[in-house]
């Protein structure tokens, strides 16, 4: 075969050769990109998993490269740019997904205080032990300030704590209605002979 001919038969060979002779310094730098926007996208709260696996195959990427495998570490990097972009699209979701989640229960606990609020002032408890009645006033006051609690952690995006507390506020709020129930039920009707 000429040498002309050869040339352009075997640059192509030593092009992709020489790409795999260098650490893949690009795609390890798009790796960290989608790390560090996974990380600002709230990534290792709401996808944790998937944050791990994407930190996970950077730092296997980074010891490739000390091994001079360079395919392995390109490989590597390529896959943890893609688990980081799915991990900020989870993340994403999940958020949105427990911001929900808080303001249904936050709406719920609110709802039950409103209805405690309503049963307490109910003028056919009048006949029970005022001490009774303002204990579970105060109580619900109490609550009242927990739920509050909870709106302002709903605010500040912090949805596992918001849950937390207005799911505990609804819980002691029927606790603290249930003796009242018993009161406000009706005697049975009397058969009639």
Same mark, same amino acid.
């Given at each position: 075969?000429?040498?002309?001919?050869?040339?352009?038969?075997?640059?192509?060979?030593?092009?992709? !050769?020489?790409?795999? %002779?260098?650490?893949?310094?690009?795609?390890?730098?798009?790796?960290?990109?989608?790390?560090?926007?996974?990380?600002?996208?709230?990534?290792?709260?709401?996808?944790?998993?998937?944050?791990?696996? %994407?930190?996970?195959?950077?730092?296997?990427?980074?010891?490739?490269?000390?091994?001079?495998?360079?395919?392995?570490?390109?490989?590597?990097?390529?896959?943890?740019?893609?688990?980081?972009?799915? %991990?900020?699209?989870?993340?994403?979701? &999940?958020?949105?997904?427990?911001?929900?989640?808080?303001?249904?229960? !936050?709406?719920?606990?609110?709802?039950?205080?409103?209805?405690?609020?309503?049963?307490?002032?109910?003028?056919? !408890? &009048?006949? !029970?032990?005022?001490?009774?009645?303002?204990?579970?006033?105060? %109580?619900?006051?109490?609550?009242?300030?927990?739920?509050?609690?909870?709106?302002?952690?709903?605010?500040?995006?912090?949805?596992?704590?918001?849950?937390?507390?207005?799911?505990?506020?609804?819980?002691?709020?029927?606790?603290?209605?249930?003796?009242?129930?018993?009161?406000?039920?009706?005697?049975?009707?009397?058969?009639?002979?």
């Amino acid at each position: 075969m000429p040498r002309a001919l050869r040339l352009p038969c075997v640059l192509p060979l030593f092009v992709l !050769l020489a790409g795999c %002779a260098a650490p893949p310094s690009k795609e390890m730098n798009q790796a960290q990109g989608a790390l560090d926007a996974a990380r600002a996208a709230g990534a290792e709260q709401y996808a944790p998993a998937e944050f791990a696996a %994407a930190a996970g195959a950077l730092e296997q990427s980074e010891e490739a490269v000390i091994q001079r495998d360079y395919r392995l570490a390109l490989s590597l990097a390529i896959d943890s740019r893609s688990r980081a972009e799915g %991990a900020a699209k989870a993340a994403v979701e &999940n958020r949105a997904k427990a911001r929900g989640d808080a303001e249904r229960v !936050l709406a719920e606990a609110n709802a039950l205080l409103t209805q405690a609020r309503a049963r307490l002032a109910d003028p056919t !408890l &009048n006949k !029970l032990p005022r001490r009774t009645l303002a204990e579970a006033r105060d %109580a619900v006051d109490a609550e009242e300030k927990t739920l509050q609690e909870a709106r302002a952690a709903v605010e500040g995006n912090d949805y596992r704590r918001a849950t937390d507390l207005a799911g505990a506020v609804s819980t002691r709020i029927q606790e603290i209605l249930a003796p009242f129930e018993k009161t406000a039920a009706p005697p049975p009707p009397r058969k009639r002979r």
